[in-house]
């Protein structure tokens, strides 16, 4: 409610107010959209429209950790096809999903603009470089044994 209060109700507002929920949240929840929906006066439909025009909005709360394969053309000519298939494989799961543990989502993006260092991939902010199916592997099982052992 201080969100709705620093912006007010007009519907002007509503990208920004969309962001500062995903921001907070960490995705844009039904339960979000609705109350945005009563206090703006849009419908949910309406809300769901804009946001899902932007690439940026997602409404699947994300895993712990994301993960997010380039696919621009220096890591698609150096092998992000094998890169992503093997995150896939190692997680069992697509980009735009998240394992049914709730601790990995894996996204694509366009390009994250090292291409000197690709093909690239990034987990939480941290910067994977020069990566090939092994390292790939390599990383993943660390992270998740890390992980384990953290508990």
């Known amino acids: 409610s201080e969100l709705l209060n620093k912006y007010g109700s007009d519907r002007k507002n509503l990208i920004p107010i969309l962001q500062e929920v995903q921001e907070k949240e960490g995705y844009l929840s039904a339960e979000s959209i609705s109350e945005l929906s009563s206090y703006l006066g ?5 809300i769901y429209s804009v946001a899902s025009f932007y690439s940026q909005f997602r409404f ?38 998240t ?20 093909p690239t991939m990034i987990i939480d902010s941290e910067v994977q470089r020069n990566m090939t199916p092994q390292k790939v592997t390599d990383l993943l099982n660390k992270k998740i044994k890390a992980a384990d052992d953290a508990r």
């Open 99 to 118: 394992t049914p543990d709730g601790k990995y989502s894996l996204e694509t993006v366009a390009c994250i603009g090292a291409c000197a260092l690709a």
């Open 60 to 97: 699947i709360k994300p895993g712990l950790h994301t993960i997010r394969v380039c696919q621009g053309t220096a890591c698609h000519v150096r092998g992000a096809a094998r890169v992503l298939e093997t995150v896939e494989r190692e997680l069992k799961i697509k980009p735009g999903q």
């Open 42 to 46: 849009i419908s949910e439909n309406d």
